[in-house]
Structures are given as C-alpha cells and as structure tokens.
C-alpha cells in the first residue's frame, strides 16, 4: 500500500467516536478502519461535528488521531444537515426519487457551517507539525475545498463524495449550482464510487464553465490549474468480514436464527430506512410472489432489518409509515393463525454477530435501492457468505454503485418495476447451486481485489502536491 509522508487532517460531517457503556470509543466503520494504520503511520487529526462539543476527548484508544469537533448551534445545523444536506442534495443528487426542496436560509446556513468547518480547519492546520494532507469526505462539505484553499493556500486538498453525481440536467436545478461546484474545484483531486458519476461531474463542469478542458483524469481550469476527478470505488475490510463470518459469536447467533427458520426459505434486506433504498417496492414485490405462488406462503420468510435514519426529517417519517403499513398489509394478508409470519420487520440495527449470522442464513439477499452511490451491504453479504462457504444469492438493482463490479454473478433487478423484480425473486429459488456457490466465491474474490485498504491508498496517492501549478 502507499503511504503519505505527511500528516493527514480527514474532515467529515461527523468525528469518527461515540459514547459507549465504557466511554467514549472508535466508531465501527469502514473509513475508521481503513485509515487506522494510516493515521498510525503519519499522525493526523479528525475535524467533524459532535453535539457534544464540549465533551469529546482529545483521543480515543485504538484510534492514533485527535480529534476536533467543531460545535454549531441548533439553527445552523438543522439548516445546514436536516435542510440542504438532506432534503435539497441527498434527493437532487439521488435522482429525484423524492423532490429536492430549495431554501434560502438552508442554503445560507450550509455556507456558514461549511465556512465554520474552515475555520476550525485553518486553526488544525497551523497547529499541525509538517505540512498536511487535509481530506474532506461527502455533501455535507462540497464548499469546503474552496473555502479552505483561501485559507491554507498551499495544503493538498483531496475530496471524495459518498454518494452518487447527477447528470448536468439535474444539477442545473440548483440554483447555487455553479457556487458549489467552485467550492468543489478548489480541491486538487476529487475521488468518486464509478466512473459514471465521475464522467457526471465533468459534464456538469463542461457544461456551467468555459474553458475548462478535460484531459485523461485532470481536468485543467482556464487559470492552467489541473484537478484530477477519479473513479475510486469504496470497499470493506475483507478480512475483518470473513473473520466475523465464523467468529464463535457469529456461529452461536446462526445456530439459534437455524432454528427459528428451520425449513424456510429466507429472503433478507438490510438498510438505513431510506426513501433510495427501495424497501417498499420490495416488499411490494414479495407480496406479488406470495400473491402467485400460494404454496410459498408458509415456506418463504423475508427479515427486513431497516435501522433508524434522520427521523427529524418529515420525508423520512412518512415513509417509515408507509413501509409498516405495507409489512402490517402482507402479514395481515398471508399469515394463517398459529404460524408464523411471512415478513419480519426490525425498526433497529442489530450487533455486528447478528449482521453476520442474517448474511450467512439468507437465501436470497435482496439490495434493491432505487439509486445507492455504491452499497456496502452487498460487498458485506458476499464477503460472509463466501467465508461461511455459502451459496445464497444476491439481488442486486442495476442503479448502485456495486452492480457494476458484479456484472451477470448477482440477479441484476430494476427495482421500478415491481413486478418484474417479483419474477427475479422467483427465479433467484430455481439457480442451481453449484452456479450459485460459483457466483458467490466470484463476487467475493473481486471484492477482495479492491478492498477499502485500496480504496484508501488510491485515494491519497491521488491527492499529491504539485499538481496544481500551471
Ligand atoms: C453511504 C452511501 C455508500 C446496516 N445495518 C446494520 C449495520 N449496517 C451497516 C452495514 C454497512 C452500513 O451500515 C451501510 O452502508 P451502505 O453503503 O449500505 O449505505 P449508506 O449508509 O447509505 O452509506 C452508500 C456508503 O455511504 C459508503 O461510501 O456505499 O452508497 O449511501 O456497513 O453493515 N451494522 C450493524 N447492524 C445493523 O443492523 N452493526
């Protein structure tokens, strides 16, 4: 792997420590994971909101960072993280799925929180020994770049964006369309999930700026300044996956689900309760199969475990309604007294052993977002099941980021169309499983050629100094 020569300072919407029974500790997560021996090696420190400013340690155990919350009030932050954030980018930039709302003061108080990130980033900087490298992650901060190159002129400045980038057609529906994509410029590398988003963005540029010429992956700025836009798909930790697999913990969860399933054919979905991940169209779909296919009424389960998300959002609140409404129609419909029920839904998330044990139990893994910048469900579900030597299958939509590293070893479904996506779920039962089993060890091997250890060392090796002159 590459490694910096310098310090690394990461900016994101949130640090990366929460309050646990014992205190404070590292989250769990991807990004904390992969860049641990990073932070190891160079030394770096962590900028990131907390509502508990005052609070956060300097460090945590196991995590070789500082860490630096930067504290907002009420106003600033609803504007900025449950308004623009939220309600204007996450939609606009998730295809519309629901519509984007435009506010002033939302779009006022993101600037103002994205110029308050900077402040704390500028104070960070002058305090750090060396010359750091600053990466600053996801929506929450696409000003960022650009107010931090006014402040700290000479530091490397990586971004990468978590999520999709819309065709040019839907950016233009902003109106601070051109503000932001400046703010986003500034940076001197700016990583996405696919190269179709990345290709997005160029056009977005083309298309709101003159002059701006693309070469290979730099774009270069009429002022002779080159920015490098890349495709850099984000991973998991493949070996912390395949241990947690068959861990004890994991093996005595599966043992007990084994049970409480015995003779059922299990469909699973695992998502934040998002309007992208596609949960109500679904379960849509497993009422239509259970609808045609009676025999399966009390052979086929489907464990929905959808965990809480921005639940002060009123978009987020009524679709909660909706899906348990449709879970309350299906079992009131297909249950027959004294047995069991054909959905199963959690309203929480469930400890890590358990996550495993539901990966290696389900038959038929259904990721169906109606847009998703990539899914790392679906690269944890093959990595487990590859590691428990399973054979189960993968539904996957063609609108995620991962379809594209999977190609024709998942069921490839266009979760708009219900019931199509019904008859993929039908037909996912009759794959062989020898092709199954075959499938499985593919998908997982291509997720443990490009693991989030590359996805790290890409992304940094990326941002190099010296790139930015004309
Ligand atoms: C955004 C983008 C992009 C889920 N349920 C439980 C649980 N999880 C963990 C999973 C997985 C993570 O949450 C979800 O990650 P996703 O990638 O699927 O989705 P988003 O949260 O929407 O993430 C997405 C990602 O950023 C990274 O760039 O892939 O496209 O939208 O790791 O394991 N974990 C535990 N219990 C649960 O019940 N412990």
Request: hydrophobic residues 40%; proline residues 6%.
């Amino acid at each position: 792997m590459r490694r910096l020569k310098r310090p690394l300072i990461v900016v994101a919407n949130r640090l990366p420590v929460s309050r646990g029974p014992d205190g404070w500790e590292a989250s769990a997560g991807g990004l904390v994971t992969a860049l641990r021996p990073v932070i190891e090696e160079v030394g770096g420190a962590w900028i990131g909101y907390d509502d508990d400013p005052d609070e956060v340690p300097a460090r945590v155990d196991g995590l070789a960072c500082e860490l630096h919350p930067v504290s907002l009030s009420e106003e600033q932050f609803h504007g900025y993280y449950h308004g623009f954030a939220n309600r204007t980018l996450w939609p606009l930039f998730h295809d519309l799925v629901v519509e984007p709302v435009i506010d002033r003061r939302w779009w006022q108080s993101y600037v103002e929180v994205n110029r308050r990130f900077g402040e704390v980033l500028a104070r960070v900087v002058k305090e750090t020994d060396g010359e750091p490298v600053l990466w600053i992650q996801d929506y929450h901060l696409m000003m960022l770049p650009g107010i931090a190159r006014g402040l700290v002129p000479e530091a490397p400045i990586g971004f990468f964006l978590h999520i999709p980038f819309p065709p040019p057609e839907l950016v233009a529906r902003l109106p601070w369309r051109d503000q932001l994509l400046q703010g986003l410029l500034a940076a001197d590398a700016i990583g996405f999930h696919t190269r179709q988003y990345r290709d997005n963005f160029v056009r977005s540029v083309q298309r709101l700026f003159s002059g701006v010429t693309a070469l290979g992956d730099k774009l270069i700025l009429p002022d002779g300044r080159q920015v490098r836009a890349v495709a850099h798909p984000i991973s998991i930790d493949v070996d912390e996956f395949s241990e947690l697999a068959v861990s004890d913990a994991t093996n005595q969860e599966m043992e007990e689900l084994s049970e409480q399933f015995a003779g059922r054919t299990v469909f699973l979905g695992v998502d934040r309760l998002d309007y992208t991940k596609g949960i109500r169209h679904r379960l849509q779909s497993i009422e239509l199969l259970l609808e045609r296919r009676p025999e399966l009424r009390g052979q086929l389960a489907f464990v929905q475990i959808a965990v809480p998300s921005r639940d002060d959002v009123k978009e987020y609140r009524e679709l909660r309604t909706e899906v348990e409404t449709e879970v309350g129609r299906i079992n009131g419909r297909f249950t027959e007294p004294g047995h069991d029920v054909p959905v199963h839904y959690l309203y929480r998330g469930v400890p890590r052993e358990s996550l495993a044990a539901y990966y290696r139990l389900a038959d038929v893994m259904c990721v169906t977002p109606l847009k998703d910048g990539m899914n790392l469900v679906a690269k944890e579900f093959v990595t487990v099941q590859a590691a428990a030597e399973g054979a189960g299958v993968l539904l996957l939509s063609e609108f995620c980021g991962t379809a594209q590293e999977f190609g024709d070893d998942a069921v490839r479904t266009n979760p708009f169309d219900v019931e199509g996506q019904s008859y993929l779920m039908e037909s996912a039962l009759e794959l062989d499983h020898l092709e199954r089993a075959a499938r499985m060890r593919r998908m997982a091997g291509s997720v443990r050629d490009a693991d989030v250890y590359r996805w790290v060392s890409d992304e940094l090796a990326g941002i190099e100094p010296g790139s930015r002159g004309p």
